[in-house]
């Protein structure tokens, strides 16, 4: 008989959600905490992204991602959080038994939480759809940045960006910056889903020309790329005959969008919110199982690294209460739904016990871009909190604290759901 | 590599599925044999871009090749699998009758079947079929239970390395180019070495063009001008294993006479996919290998594959791809014509043309017929020490039990470095596809030998990682990484060359 080790909190994933989940959790005393990381270092996806910009509301300044990596993986290492790396959990039971693999081993492990923090993965090629060859030379951007920024290698010299997506920007400044000639960017929305200062600074400054409304609808080589036809679409996204145009050039950056990577959280049975593609949680994070909880890039997407942060130490912090003994999912709990011009509101349900113990923090992402809107929160007929924002984008997560009075009043109806809505 | 002077007793023109079948057949003797293709890997036409059926036979007009080398090439698997370690699974097939106006083609094709020597064939109404595959349409359907699916380019592979193993040289990248038949009734065979762009030529006795697509163009050489072949493009997509166990069974829709092929239809593979397709659409004869996908049939199957599976998501697509038929009928024309496997009016060069569907599921029985017509010509030389069986554990590694793996695992702590994380591949696996025995060397050989990068992400988290191997492991440099052949360089260089400034 093999023994199966034991431990209070499990954090897989090693990017900057399990870091600050990993850090949360043994703050808060738990007592064994386990951090698995599948790559040969912390820090996941922050390594390979070289440029700055990371933490300006964290640590009020603009670092890299291995800085933003390095002042977590310090403050782990302080603290003697225990690391694996090199080692794949393959598979998680609704009652956190793991099953893991790295060289030379395969076991098992057992574990009062998890947090599955495993971050995104970039969709590609075949999500889209694209007629055409397939040639090589057909990247997602987040590859290609892995290979220009981890391992020397140009993927090519004449390039195309289909969506504007962050990792899009970033590496539309990257490859021009190593000489490559970066064409244009395309996207098929008529506006960009990437953050505001990454257009500047990614594209005006560089004069790369971003086309709205625009998508590829061709791809052509046999062999290596030879260019792609591209196109105007409608307001229903439908390419409009005649607009199409060849485009030459040697290689296609996919930035068109991120899928939550949730294989394990299939596996353990955890419900999941076909819009987010993420579990559903609570307001501390937990999903649907009791003891797992789920939080960054994993849950949603977010557009800012502080935001993983924030939400994976309360993840983190609640894991740790949970793998104590404290009560879990038994209680009252309102659920929260997107009303109209949310596409959606994450946590999903707020426990009763967060009328008295404290503030929960409601992120959510608008539909469409709006400028002097009043975001509402209500409770059947009756308004919990408003708030107006000058300017709200699909690209931007918005946040709106609700204090425990705010909760309180939403418990008056619990059987009316808080509905989140632009007024 | 063998004496360029030494005469070939057989040359085997295309390694596809057929072509390999051939070689592994003959190299139960002790000839001399070698196989040309011209693609980087064997496998990369028509063998990698079908459904991966082994079909029963029931499809096809009695007494023609396709009926009888049909039948008994399926009745030749179980063995060749088995020898071979590759994966097979005989899950059975329902052709369905959606109408009545289906029901004299569903006759007629037990008619067929029967009179083609299908075993186990069962008429069944909706509830039978439904005990079979819940949820099926249909009034009446026709069961062949000796229907299964298989990995096609698993398949090829393991025929091509088997008969590498009993000593069949294969020269990959290899175009022919020029044929001629000497005097002496040797050929000589002109082909130009596509990796450094040099003429070889070879000497061989017997000649056999399994060219596919192409078989039509390397007939011509030789001096035979009747045959022509024309490309028929089939689309299919590729579904996530999200989906794994939804199909129990192959579900086909009854097809009409003059289909080119038999419909689009769900097939699921065995690596736990699901294949929507294939289209049948004829190309222009400008380039055969034009497997480009195209808007409308794009559209077509994703409207079949939802009307099939109502609650597949958008991600659930996560790859297309197409193959071209080498068919015998023009477009006018239409349907199928018989394979071409004969004798030709140059002694020694024999042809196999039009080998499309059932061209996977009667390779072993096409094998043993161009054998018995490879034997007219020279004397197979009987020999002892013919190994049937592929060295090695060759099947995938995640799919074995917990103790299994953990036993390999003992043996070879590679087997436990996952490196392709959706289709969980090792990195053991990884090592052996890449230390294949044929040489091969792009991308696509990695991928077609140990699955990686076929997974939802396509790549995006493990291609890094094998290219890292690649080159810290086995030097490779940025422009030696081919994804397949016709120049599909990966990498442009380095980002600095080493020492440079940052």
């Given at each position: 008989?093999?023994?199966?080790?034991?431990?209070?909190?499990?954090?897989?994933?090693?990017?900057?959600?399990?870091?600050?989940?990993?850090?949360?959790a043994?703050?808060?005393?738990?007592?064994?905490v386990?951090?698995?990381?599948?790559?040969?270092?912390?820090?996941?996806?922050?390594?390979?992204?070289?440029?700055?910009?990371?933490?300006?509301?964290?640590?009020?300044?603009?670092?890299?991602?291995?800085?933003?990596?390095?002042?977590?993986?310090?403050?782990?290492?302080?603290?003697?959080?225990?690391?694996?790396?090199?080692?794949i959990?393959?598979?998680?039971?609704?009652?956190?038994?793991?099953?893991?693999?790295?060289?030379?081993?395969?076991?098992?492990?057992?574990?009062?939480?998890v947090?599955?923090?495993?971050?995104?993965?970039?969709?590609?090629?075949?999500?889209?759809?694209?007629?055409?060859?397939?040639?090589?030379?057909?990247?997602?951007a987040?590859?290609?940045?892995?290979?220009?920024?981890?391992?020397?290698?140009?993927?090519?010299?004449?390039?195309?960006?289909?969506?504007?997506?962050?990792?899009?920007?970033?590496?539309?400044?990257?490859?021009?910056?190593?000489?490559?000639?970066v064409?244009?960017?395309?996207?098929?929305?008529?506006?960009?889903?990437?953050?505001?200062?990454?257009?500047?600074?990614?594209?005006?400054?560089?004069?790369?020309?971003?086309?709205?409304?625009?998508?590829?609808v061709?791809?052509?080589?046999?062999?290596?790329?030879?260019?792609?036809?591209?196109?105007?679409?409608?307001?229903?996204?439908?390419?409009?005959?005649?607009?199409?145009?060849?485009?030459?050039?040697?290689?296609?950056?996919?930035?068109?969008?991120?899928?939550?990577?949730?294989?394990?959280?299939?596996?353990?049975?955890?419900?999941?919110?076909p819009?987010?593609?993420?579990?559903?949680?609570?307001?501390?994070?937990?999903?649907?199982?009791p003891?797992?909880?789920?939080?960054?890039?994993a849950?949603?997407?977010?557009?800012l690294?502080?935001?993983?942060?924030?939400?994976?130490?309360?993840?983190?912090?609640a894991?740790?209460?949970?793998?104590?003994?404290?009560?879990?999912?038994?209680?009252?709990?309102?659920?929260?739904?997107?009303?109209?011009?949310?596409?959606?509101?994450?946590?999903?349900?707020?426990?009763?016990?967060?009328?008295?113990?404290?503030?929960?923090?409601?992120?959510?992402?608008?539909?469409?871009?709006?400028?002097?809107?009043?975001?509402?929160?209500?409770?059947?007929?009756?308004?919990?909190?408003?708030?107006?924002?000058?300017?709200?984008?699909?690209?931007?997560?918005?946040?709106?604290?609700?204090?425990?009075?705010?909760?309180a009043?939403?418990?008056?109806?619990?059987?009316?759901?808080?509905?989140?809505?632009?007024? | 590599?063998?004496?360029?002077?030494?005469?070939?007793?057989?040359?085997i023109i295309?390694?596809?599925?057929?072509?390999?079948?051939?070689?592994?057949?003959?190299?139960?003797?002790?000839?001399?044999?070698?196989?040309?293709?011209?693609?980087?890997?064997?496998?990369l036409?028509?063998?990698?871009?079908?459904?991966?059926?082994i079909?029963?036979?029931?499809?096809?007009?009695?007494?023609?090749?396709?009926?009888?080398?049909?039948?008994?090439?399926n009745?030749?698997?179980?063995?060749?699998?088995?020898?071979?370690?590759?994966?097979?699974k005989?899950?059975g097939?329902?052709?369905?009758?959606l109408?009545?106006?289906?029901?004299?083609?569903?006759?007629?094709?037990?008619?067929?079947?029967?009179?083609?020597?299908?075993?186990g064939?069962?008429?069944?109404?909706?509830?039978?079929m439904?005990r079979?595959?819940?949820?099926?349409?249909?009034?009446?359907g026709?069961?062949?239970?000796?229907?299964?699916?298989?990995?096609?380019?698993?398949?090829t592979?393991?025929?091509?390395?088997?008969?590498?193993?009993?000593?069949?040289d294969?020269?990959?990248?290899?175009?022919?180019?020029?044929?001629?038949?000497?005097?002496?009734?040797?050929?000589?065979?002109?082909?130009?070495?596509?990796?450094?762009?040099?003429?070889?030529?070879?000497?061989?006795?017997?000649?056999?063009?399994?060219?596919?697509?192409?078989?039509?163009?390397?007939?011509?050489?030789?001096?035979?001008d009747?045959g022509?072949?024309?490309?028929?493009?089939?689309?299919?997509?590729?579904?996530?294993?999200?989906?794994?166990?939804?199909?129990?069974?192959?579900?086909?829709?009854?097809?009409?006479?003059?289909?080119?092929?038999?419909?689009?239809?769900?097939?699921?593979?065995?690596d736990?996919?699901?294949?929507?397709g294939?289209?049948?659409?004829?190309?222009?004869?400008?380039?055969?290998?034009?497997y480009?996908?195209?808007?409308?049939?794009?559209?077509?199957?994703?409207?079949?594959?939802?009307?099939?599976?109502?609650?597949?998501?958008?991600?659930d697509?996560?790859?297309?791809?197409a193959?071209?038929?080498?068919?015998?009928?023009?477009?006018?024309?239409?349907?199928n014509?018989?394979?071409?496997?004969?004798?030709?009016?140059?002694?020694?060069?024999?042809?196999?043309?039009?080998?499309?569907?059932?061209?996977?599921?009667?390779?072993?029985?096409?094998?043993?017929?161009?054998?018995?017509?490879v034997?007219?010509?020279?004397?197979?030389?009987?020999?002892?020490?013919?190994?049937?069986?592929?060295?090695?554990?060759?099947?995938?590694?995640?799919?074995?039990?917990?103790?299994?793996?953990?036993?390999?695992?003992?043996?070879?702590?590679?087997?436990?470095?996952?490196?392709?994380?959706?289709?969980?591949?090792?990195?053991?696996e990884?090592?052996?596809a890449?230390?294949?025995?044929?040489?091969?060397?792009?991308?696509?050989?990695?991928?077609?030998?140990?699955?990686?990068?076929?997974?939802?992400?396509?790549?995006?988290?493990?291609?890094?990682?094998?290219?890292?191997?690649?080159?810290?492991?086995?030097?490779?440099?940025?422009?030696?990484?081919?994804?397949?052949?016709?120049?599909?360089?990966?990498?442009?260089?380095?980002?600095?060359?080493?020492?440079?400034?940052?």
């Open positions: 008989m093999r023994s199966i080790s034991r431990r209070s909190v499990a954090v897989i994933g090693g990017g900057p959600a399990g870091l600050d989940a990993a850090i949360a043994y703050e808060a005393g738990a007592l064994d386990v951090l698995i990381e599948r790559d040969i270092r912390l820090g996941g996806i922050l390594n390979q992204c070289i440029h700055d910009g990371f933490g300006l509301h964290r640590f009020k300044e603009a670092l890299s991602g291995p800085e933003y990596a390095s002042r977590c993986i310090d403050r782990l290492t302080d603290l003697g959080v225990s690391v694996m790396l090199e080692t959990v393959l598979d998680l039971s609704p009652d956190r038994r793991m099953l893991l693999s790295r060289r030379g081993a395969l076991f098992e492990m057992e574990c009062d939480s947090v599955l923090a495993m971050g995104c993965r970039e969709r590609a090629r075949g999500a889209l759809s694209i007629p055409g060859h397939r040639p090589s030379g057909v990247y997602t987040g590859a290609a940045q892995n290979l220009v920024n981890m391992e020397n290698i140009m993927p090519g010299r004449n390039i195309v960006i289909l969506g504007s997506g962050d990792i899009g920007l970033i590496m539309a400044r990257r490859m021009t910056l190593e000489g490559a000639h064409e244009a960017v395309f996207e098929i929305m008529p506006y960009s889903s990437g953050l505001p200062r990454n257009i500047q600074q990614c594209l005006v400054d560089y004069e790369i020309p971003l086309y709205l409304s625009t998508t590829v061709g791809i052509t080589g046999m062999g290596r790329l030879e260019g792609v036809t591209v196109a105007s679409v409608d307001e229903n996204r439908i390419p409009v005959r005649g607009t199409e145009r060849f485009v030459p050039c040697d290689t296609l950056l996919l930035s068109v969008g991120l899928i939550p990577e949730n294989e394990l959280a299939r596996s353990a049975g955890v419900l999941l919110d819009v987010t593609g993420g579990p559903k949680v609570d307001d501390r994070c937990m999903t649907s199982v003891g797992i909880f789920s939080c960054g890039n849950l949603h997407v977010h557009d690294v502080d935001w993983v942060s924030e939400e994976a130490s309360r993840a983190g912090a894991s740790a209460k949970y793998a104590s003994g404290e009560p879990g999912a038994s209680g009252r709990a309102i659920s929260v739904v997107p009303g109209s011009g949310i596409r959606y509101v994450l946590p999903d349900r707020i426990g009763e016990h967060a009328s008295v113990c404290g503030d929960v923090s409601l992120a959510f992402r608008v539909a469409s871009p709006s400028r002097g809107s009043v975001v509402g929160i209500y409770s059947g007929g009756v308004r919990i909190k408003e708030e107006s924002h000058s300017r709200l984008h699909p690209a931007e997560m918005v946040w709106i604290r609700l204090g425990c009075d705010d909760i009043r939403a418990y008056e109806t619990p059987d009316e759901p808080l509905e989140v809505r632009i007024v | 590599m063998g004496n360029i002077n030494e005469i070939y007793d057989v040359m295309g390694a596809g599925v057929v072509g390999v079948a051939i070689a592994r057949e003959l190299s139960r003797y002790s000839n001399r044999l070698g196989v040309i293709e011209k693609e980087p890997d064997v496998s036409g028509a063998s990698c871009r079908n459904s991966g059926v079909h029963s036979g029931i499809n096809y007009k009695p007494g023609t090749r396709r009926a009888i080398l049909g039948v008994r090439g009745a030749m698997m179980d063995e060749l699998c088995f020898e071979l370690n590759v994966p097979l005989r899950i097939k329902l052709t369905v009758a109408t009545e106006e289906d029901l004299p083609g569903l006759f007629r094709l037990y008619e067929q079947g029967r009179a083609n020597g299908v075993p064939m069962e008429m069944m109404n909706n509830s039978a439904r079979i595959q819940p949820g099926v349409d249909g009034i009446f026709l069961w062949t239970p000796s229907s299964g699916i298989i990995s096609p380019y698993g398949l592979i393991a025929l091509a390395e088997n008969a590498h193993a009993n000593g069949v294969f020269y990959l990248e290899c175009q022919v180019e020029s044929l001629t038949r000497r005097d002496d009734g040797v050929f000589e065979v002109g082909a130009r070495d596509l990796r450094h762009n040099a003429m070889r030529k070879f000497e061989t006795r017997v000649i056999i063009n399994s060219a596919g697509i192409h078989s039509d163009e390397i007939s011509r050489m030789a001096g035979i009747d022509v072949i024309w490309a028929c493009r089939g689309e299919y997509y590729v579904l996530d294993r999200r989906l794994d166990g939804t199909l129990k069974t192959l579900v086909y829709p009854v097809p009409g006479r003059n289909d080119p092929g038999l419909g689009i239809h769900l097939t699921p593979t065995v736990g996919n699901i294949l929507i294939p289209s049948a659409v004829y190309i222009p004869d400008e380039d055969r290998e034009d480009r996908a195209t808007a409308p049939v794009m559209e077509s199957l994703k409207r079949e594959g939802l009307r099939l599976l109502p609650d597949l998501a958008a991600s697509f996560i790859r297309n791809f193959g071209n038929r080498p068919k015998q009928t023009s477009p006018e024309v239409g349907g014509a018989d394979f071409t496997i004969e004798d030709t009016a140059i002694p020694g060069f024999i042809r196999l043309q039009g080998i499309e569907s059932p061209g996977l599921t009667s390779s072993p029985a096409i094998a043993l017929e161009v054998r018995d017509l034997s007219r010509h020279i004397e197979l030389r009987s020999r002892t020490d013919f190994n049937a069986a592929n060295p090695g554990f060759t099947g995938f590694f995640s799919d074995l039990p917990l103790e299994a793996r953990r036993e390999l695992i003992g043996s070879d702590p590679e087997y436990g470095e996952i490196i392709c994380r959706c289709e969980r591949i090792t990195k053991r990884i090592r052996n890449i230390e294949n025995p044929l040489g091969a060397r792009t991308l696509m050989s990695v991928k077609y030998r140990a699955r990686a990068t076929m997974g939802r992400c396509q790549g995006g988290f493990c291609l890094p990682r094998i290219v890292r191997m690649l080159r810290d492991e086995y030097g490779y440099e940025p422009e030696d990484f081919m994804a397949k052949g016709r120049g599909a360089y990966m990498f442009a260089g380095h980002v600095r060359s080493r020492g440079e400034a940052v």
